[in-house]
T-cell receptor, first 112, second 114 residues
Framework: DTGVSQNPRHKITKRGQNVTFRCDPISEHNRLYWYRQTLGQGPEFLTYFQNEAQLEKSRLLSDRFSAERPKGSFSTLEIQRTEQGDSAMYLC??????????FGSGTQLSVL | GQQLNQSPQSMFIQEGEDVSMNCTSSSIFNTWLWYKQDPGEGPVLLIALYKAGELTSNGRLTAQFGITRKDSFLNISASIPSDVGIYFCAGHTNYGGSQGNLIFGKGTKLSVKP
């Protein structure tokens, strides 16, 4: 499968715990994006990388959130001290420059 | 902030009917994209539009990039049951110097007529 891959698909955690999600983009894509989606809403932009450089961050990305793409390939999104309001689907996408974004299946986070 | 107004919010389809939905914005967009999302999955790219006035088809789907660059529509002809799902419009804008922010509408939910 050569699409965008996200792990895990589902994550249940207790409030206050840290969680980390991984995204493997389409191999030839140089841009990688993280989005968050809650029920009944469209995806909301969190951050994006061009190669290994994090070029843009949304105001939605609080201090508890950090994203990395150390070698310009896979990326991780970490949420520290999770809160119930962090419960959402976290979507990763990749693209070639400013073209169409191709999304993974997402990681569904539930914070209890 | 930038917003995309997508309509209708929901609609019911009967097999064989044509379906139309649209997206408008008060700002100019550089690209328009249409996605379909099934429950528990990520959005799947259907059509990408890069030039004002561009009309593009993908099977039974046709989408157009409005000439003013502030709107786009998606038509589905001869709908079939698997067309059910949520359709999102999305666009790129350079508003505020943003280069990467793809903005999404709130979606149009297609359901089967009872």
């Amino acid at each position: 499968d050569t699409g965008v891959s996200q792990n895990p698909r589902h994550k249940i955690t207790k409030r206050g715990q840290n969680v980390t999600f991984r995204c493997d983009p389409i191999s030839e894509h140089n841009r990688l994006y993280w989005y968050r989606q809650t029920l009944g809403q469209g995806p909301e932009f969190l951050t994006y990388f061009q190669n290994e450089a994090q070029l843009e961050k949304s105001r939605l990305l609080s201090d508890r959130f950090s994203a990395e793409r150390p070698k310009g390939s896979f990326s991780t999104l970490e949420i520290q001290r999770t809160e119930q309001g962090d419960s959402a689907m976290y979507l990763c996408a990749s693209s070639l420059w400013q073209g169409g974004l191709f999304f993974g299946s997402g990681t569904q986070l539930s914070v209890l | 902030g930038q917003q995309l107004n997508q309509s209708p919010q929901s609609m019911f389809i009967q097999e064989g009917e044509d379906v139309s939905m649209n997206c408008t914005s008060s700002s100019i967009f550089n690209t328009w994209l249409w996605y379909k999302q099934d429950p528990g999955e990520g959005p799947v790219l259907l059509i990408a539009l890069y030039k004002a006035g561009e009309l593009t088809s993908n099977g039974r789907l046709t989408a157009q990039f409005g000439i003013t660059r502030k709107d786009s529509f998606l038509n589905i002809s001869a709908s079939i049951p698997s067309d059910v799902g949520i359709y999102f419009c999305a666009g790129h804008t350079n508003y505020g110097g943003s280069q990467g922010n793809l903005i999404f509408g709130k979606g149009t939910k297609l359901s089967v007529k009872p």
